[in-house]
């Protein structure tokens, strides 16, 4: 990798890959919609000389392309309003990989676990079965195989990085722990969606990034799902206590459920799409890093203890 272009730079994802790269001095080109973002990104990141940024919409092709100069790599890392996820995120992804196929680069996408569906399995390795029940897991295997079609893209090599929940100091409230984890920083009331009491894998997004952006570096994991797991399990309690414990807050945390997404759906139509991802807080999917630390390296695992407090102290330094 000689060169790099995050597109949804300003995302969590994006956020952290992008600094990843910045910091281990590949040039890098931050792609994002809004200019403001970008400016608070390029803020909080600090000056380095080979990362520039660039505006531009990434339904749009031609801007990517743009843009891209003589990238390399591109990291697939923007994404969709949670309740448009249907309509919107295939196009999404077909517009990028356009400009990527043009461009003849590489992708490196960044997904998640809703393809898996209910497994029984301790852990899901690259090689389980996708078999999704919701909407919401239908379209991200679709978004896969389009991704993965050598029919409609003979020039670039594909990757998908597939997290586990995430937390970090770039998780914003599009993250399932980035609102609650917002609330508790700033002293305030916060909401946790699911079942709080049934530990569940998550992962630091600076660990998350490291891995990935490693994972780019190597010619042989194109072509492949790769999972990229956190440091281990935790519960919702364990998180609101170690998140008090960081901020001085004892502001109350109300877990949310069925009937209470329900209800803020109602007026927060992302609310109501959440509901049908509540079995992920019954019944966990844990994801197997065997292939990763057998072909890659080492598996980055940030204590939550640590992470957590990080985070905590970068949400009220913000």
Known sequence: MKKAIVVGATGGTGAAITEELAKQG????????????????????????????????????????????????????????????ESKLIPLGEAIMEAANRLGINVVAIDGIYPYGRTQAERIDENHPKQPHTRKGKTRLQFEHMLFDKRRWSISNVIIARLPDYYGPTANAASYLGSTLEAIAAGKMAFFIGNMRIPREYVYLPDAAAMIVELAKHDHAYGQNWNIPGAGLISGRDIVRLARQASGSSKAVIPLGRIGLSLLGMGMPVMKEIVEMLYLTEEPVILDGEKYERQIGPIRKTSFEQGIAATIIALQSS
Request: glycine share 6%; proline share 5%.
């Open 26 to 85: 590949v040039p890098t080109i931050a792609f994002g919609r809004s200019r403001k973002k970008l400016e608070e990104l390029s803020e909080r990141i600090g000056d380095y000389a080979h990362l520039t940024f660039a505006e531009g919409n990434a339904l749009t092709p031609e801007d990517i392309i743009a843009a891209a100069g003589d990238a390399d790599v591109l990291f697939h890392c923007a994404n969709v309003p949670y309740h448009e996820m």
